[in-house]
């Protein structure tokens, strides 16, 4: 019964390397979505999915691209490292049975990733 | 643009102590509101989703109440737990046209003293 699940747990990364971050999930969902959670700031929606193909910008989403070439999978990729990319990333999958929006987010248990 | 605010930040009560979390947002054009428990060190488990068009949710002992006029939500916690402490956040969902994005409030940390 995985749900979300996220790889790596943890990273440490030096400022200019690149790196990606993997989410997959087992529940068929379309919907899939990357959020960063800062101190004292709850959580801000980098990127999302509607579908397998598809992205769309969220609230955050500079310094960061995505992919989601199979539907199970939502990729979040780092270009160029920096400082400010400090944070715990978390993914979240929903479905799309009546509206969308109407359902749960589901979430994964997040990446730590500190740049230095 | 939406926001979500939660007060307080932090709340320290005994077990046993029913107690009520207040979430507010500015935009009354949601399609539902959502609550949320994080554990540290853990992602988030979705407590209630309260829909556009009701008014409250109940689960167990939790029961969210959604005023979209008033751009207020509260979650009432009855017979408090050391268990349910925890982070809980609560969050607004917005679909416009392609766009469709939650937006969070920061949290109210909570602590049952056994």
């Known amino acids: 019964n995985a749900g979300v699940t996220q790889t790596p747990k943890f990273r440490v990364l030096k400022t200019g390397q690149s790196m990606t971050l993997l989410c997959a999930q087992d529940?068929?969902?379309?919907?899939m979505y990357w959020y960063r959670q800062d101190p004292g700031m709850g959580l801000r929606l980098i990127h999302y999915?509607?579908?397998?193909?598809?992205?769309a910008k969220g609230e955050v989403p500079d310094g960061y691209n995505v992919s989601r070439l199979k539907k199970q999978n939502f990729l979040l990729g780092l270009e160029s490292a920096a400082p400010s990319q400090t944070s715990v990333y978390f993914c979240?999958?929903?479905?799309?049975?009546?509206?969308?929006?109407?359902?749960?987010?589901?979430f994964g248990d997040g990446t730590r990733l500190s740049i230095l | 643009k939406q926001e979500v605010t939660q007060i307080p930040a932090a709340l320290s009560v005994p077990e046993g102590e029913n107690l009520v979390l207040n979430c507010s947002f500015t935009?009354?054009?949601?399609?539902?509101l959502q609550w949320f428990r994080q554990d540290p060190g853990k992602g988030l488990t979705s407590l209630l989703l309260?829909?556009?068009?009701?008014r409250e949710q109940t689960s167990g002992r939790l029961n969210a109440s959604l005023d979209k006029s008033s751009g207020r939500s509260t979650l009432y916690i009855a017979a408090s737990q050391p268990g349910d402490s925890a982070t809980y956040l609560c969050?607004?969902?917005?679909?416009?046209?392609?766009?469709?994005?939650?937006?969070f409030g920061s949290g109210t940390q909570l602590t049952v003293l056994p």
């Open positions: 979240a999958s929903s479905s799309t049975t009546g509206r969308h929006g109407n359902q749960p987010q589901h």
């Open positions: 529940m068929n969902h379309e919907y």
């Open positions: 999915s509607v579908g397998e193909g598809t992205t």
């Open positions: 935009d009354s054009a949601i399609y539902n």
């Open positions: 309260i829909q556009s068009s009701q």
């Open positions: 969050a607004g969902f917005v679909s416009s046209g392609s766009a469709r994005q939650l937006t």
